[in-house]
């Protein structure tokens, strides 16, 4: 094992979106290079299951159920790793929507789903975590964006990507604003495998989301190991931006 992946080693690393997707298998490939874990969603079943087995392979991992769109979860989040861990290392801002429909369609609770998940969500983690981070003189944030934060998903994803558009926004404010040792990576994914094209409601778009990711998809390991090398970086190098995409897709 390398100097700089052996940094990530006891480090204090809290994961939205736990449960599946990619925030399971940045959970899986972390607990391998011996960091400290704290797994939040709301499906706690999922994160006990997913606990259980990287405890029983020498991990150290600590479950809170978590909503993101709810403020008072977050704290609590970032209150139990410091009870854990007397630490946070590492937010990894994971958990998020793809509610998948054209303008016309007016899916507006949707549009609000994808706002408080993606946005808001986002948002209340980094203020959970942030005093903690200044205090310390030290910290890393990671805000999970998406290629479509790049480029507006047209026709069927304009609100999706608006959501995206706004993580790199607050990211890079972020990095700008970051107290003193705190870095900040955007990680902008394209087709990965995970529950993530599974949320879209209209029969149209679900139809061709799930073709396309089918026809382009990449394991979630994929931006694992991106995430986990923007980690284990030396603490004066920043990883700002990642975006990755599987070789084929051309979105």
């Known amino acids: 094992m390398s100097q700089s992946q052996d940094s990530i080693r006891g480090q204090v690393v809290v994961i939205t979106g736990a449960s599946s997707g990619l925030g399971e298998a940045t959970a899986r490939?972390?607990?391998?290079?011996?960091?400290?874990?704290?797994?939040?969603?709301?499906?706690?079943?999922?994160?006990?299951?997913?606990?259980?087995?990287?405890?029983d392979a020498g991990a150290e991992v600590v479950v809170q159920a978590t909503d993101v769109t709810h403020r008072a979860d977050l704290d609590a989040l970032a209150a139990a790793a410091l009870k854990a861990f007397g630490r946070i290392d590492v937010l990894v801002n994971n958990a998020g929507v793809m509610l998948l429909a054209g303008l016309d369609k007016l899916k507006v609770d949707e549009w609000d789903r994808m706002i408080d998940v993606n946005i808001k969500g986002l948002l209340y983690g980094v203020a959970a975590v942030l005093p903690t981070m200044k205090a310390q003189g030290s910290g890393h944030i990671v805000n999970i964006a998406s290629v479509a934060g790049l480029k507006v998903f047209s026709p069927i994803g304009a609100v999706y990507s608006a959501t995206k558009f706004a993580v790199r926004a607050i990211s890079e404010g972020?990095?700008?604003?970051?107290?003193?040792?705190?870095?900040?990576?955007?990680?902008?994914?394209?087709?990965?495998?995970?529950?993530?094209?599974?949320?879209?409601?209209?029969?149209?778009?679900?139809?061709?989301?799930?073709?396309?990711?089918?026809?382009?998809?990449?394991?979630?390991?994929?931006?694992?190991?991106?995430?986990?090398?923007?980690?284990?970086?030396?603490?004066?190098?920043?990883?700002?931006?990642?975006?990755?995409?599987?070789?084929?897709?051309e979105f």
Do not use: H, M
């Open 29 to 55: 490939l972390l607990a391998t290079r011996g960091a400290r874990l704290v797994l939040a969603a709301r499906r706690v079943d999922r994160l006990q299951a997913l606990a259980a087995e990287l405890r």
């Open 174 to 249: 972020l990095r700008a604003e970051a107290p003193a040792g705190v870095r900040t990576t955007i990680v902008s994914p394209g087709a990965v495998a995970s529950e993530l094209k599974l949320g879209t409601s209209d029969a149209e778009a679900s139809a061709g989301v799930n073709a396309f990711y089918e026809a382009n998809q990449i394991p979630a390991s994929s931006v694992a190991r991106a995430i986990a090398y923007a980690i284990e970086q030396p603490a004066d190098v920043d990883i700002n931006e990642i975006v990755l995409r599987p070789t084929v897709q």
